[in-house]
């Protein structure tokens, strides 16, 4: 077993996983052989890994970056700012076609509701994660210069 784990780099149990999510993803992608639409699901597969990673992963390091060498306060104010930018990423990854009215006729059949509240809710939800987690800063603040204070 060690000399496996020397070798490899991770226990057995990590190798078997591995596989196992190799497995299923090529069980999924064999649904979409000899579908007219795997050209597009490939593109927009290739194109958010580059986006991710030639966009989106920099600017995500330069702002951690950035946060983490503010000046030092009694409460650390990182984490207040990465939940809700998080929040905010996820939520638009979710709600993107709806933001951008993709599939306006599809979903006005389905549904019989158009699709213009979406990009307005999404930046309430946005604003009301950011107000939440200022919210939990002030009372950490508060609390912690409080005690400072008095004790």
């Known amino acids: 077993m060690r000399r496996f784990t020397d070798r490899y780099g991770a226990r057995p149990a990590h190798l078997v996983g591995c596989a196992a999510c190799l497995a299923l993803a090529?069980?999924?992608?064999?649904?979409?052989l000899g579908d007219p639409a795997l050209l597009r699901v490939l593109t927009w597969f290739v194109g958010a890994a580059v986006v991710h990673d030639l966009v989106l992963f920099p600017l995500c390091a330069l702002v951690d970056r950035?946060?983490?060498?503010?000046?030092?306060?009694?409460?650390?104010l990182v984490n207040h700012v990465r939940v809700p930018l998080?929040?905010?990423g996820l939520t638009f990854?979710?709600?993107?076609?709806?933001?951008?009215?993709?599939?306006?006729?599809t979903h006005l059949a389905a549904t019989g509701l158009d699709q213009q509240p979406y990009l307005g809710r999404w930046l309430g939800l946005v604003a009301a994660m950011a107000a939440v987690s200022a919210l939990v800063y002030l009372v950490r603040w508060a609390v912690t210069t409080r005690s400072a204070a008095g004790g």
Not at 26 to 32: G, K, T
Not at 66 to 76: E, F, K, S, Y
């Open 86 to 88: 998080l929040g905010a």
């Open 93 to 105: 990854c979710v709600f993107l076609p709806g933001i951008v009215r993709q599939g306006e006729a």
């Open 66 to 76: 950035a946060l983490t060498r503010l000046p030092r306060a009694p409460v650390p």
């Open 26 to 32: 090529a069980y999924a992608a064999s649904f979409l």
